[in-house]
């Protein structure tokens, strides 16, 4: 979706979208029914927004207080954040100090009914840039070599939760918190326990 105030580039925009300038963008145009189902949910936006912003907010202060994960940074230069995830870090070296790794615990805390994640694996891992056929395609290779904070970030420390969460209340915050405190109290029993499994 494409909002603007801008006349010129409203003008410029449906120019482009209605073929006339790439034929990439024709038939891209949502239908009216479409359009009518998205205006009635833009009206539950900025509420929405804001319950998101404040429960985040809520969380972050939460897990500050947790030894082994901390909520990401959030840059100056934002002032609404949509968190279309919620994003968290693991400490690989605590964990480790437990016995435990990311996946396992975040295999844990699924068990206690919270959809946490490990997300994205590196961009320069997917097939369509790891693909010979690209190389035909583009008639170059495409430089896919690890990127050190990239896979630790993918592989060892990164999490999410779906922002659906954030649209819950402290209450439901409380419940995150207080399952990875769980998990933490019993680190050891839990890393024993996925051990034994032959999970890492």
């Known amino acids: 979706i ?3 105030h801008d006349d010129k580039l409203h ?3 449906c120019s482009m979208l209605d073929g006339s300038h790439s034929t990439f963008f024709s038939d891209n145009n949502i239908t009216d029914f479409q359009s009518s189902l998205l205006h009635t949910q833009l009206d539950k936006l900025d509420k929405e927004i804001a319950t998101r912003e ?9 897990l500050k207080q947790l030894p082994f994960v901390r909520p990401m940074r959030r840059d100056k230069a934002v002032t609404i954040h949509a968190h279309h995830l919620y994003l968290m870090r693991f400490c690989s070296e605590r964990l480790a100090e437990k016995g435990l ?9 699924q068990c206690e009914g919270i959809p946490l994640s ?9 097939p369509c840039v790891t693909s010979s056929r690209v190389h035909k395609m583009i008639g170059c290779k495409i430089d896919n070599r690890p990127l050190p904070h990239c896979q630790t970030a993918s592989y060892r420390e990164g999490a999410w939760l779906p922002q659906s969460l954030l649209l819950s209340d402290e ?3 409380d419940d995150i918190i207080n399952a990875l405190i769980k998990l933490w109290e019993h ?6 326990k996925l051990r034994g499994t032959g999970q890492r």
Do not use: C, K, Q, V
């Open 2 to 4: 494409i909002g603007t």
């Open 11 to 13: 003008e410029s925009l």
């Open 54 to 62: 404040h429960m985040a907010t809520y969380l972050d202060t939460g």
């Open 101 to 109: 790794s990311r996946d396992m615990l975040i295999r844990a805390i």
């Open 118 to 126: 490990s997300g994205y694996m590196p961009l320069y891992s997917f």
């Open 171 to 173: 209450i439901g915050m």
């Open 187 to 192: 680190a050891e029993e839990l890393a024993d």
